[in-house]
């Protein structure tokens, strides 16, 4: 039987990656955020001039840019579920 678990230490610069992962779900994030903000705006717009087409792709895009953050917030979590199903099968 082979039992191979994650190995934080087995190589230099891992320390360093997970900085670099974790700035780059920060920045994920940041722009989520922005882009909702602009979908919105994109939304309120296309209401408020009676363009159905506009209003449709500002909702289009609010639920787009919350799907984006909900997988960037939720990645860690995701993947450490994942993982636990992959060594239970």
Wanted: charge should be positive; proline fraction near 3%; charged fraction near 5%.
């Amino acid at each position: 039987m082979i039992d191979i678990i994650p190995n934080g230490t087995g190589l230099p610069g891992i320390e360093q990656l997970r900085v670099i992962v974790g700035a780059v779900m920060t920045i994920g994030l940041i722009l989520a955020v922005l882009a909702l903000i602009v979908a919105a705006i994109v939304w309120g717009f296309g209401a408020n001039s009676s363009n159905p087409h506009l209003a449709s792709r500002g909702k289009s895009g609010v639920l787009i840019a919350c799907g984006a953050a909900i997988i960037c917030g939720a990645a860690v979590t995701l993947t450490n579920f994942f993982w636990g199903v992959g060594q239970s099968v």
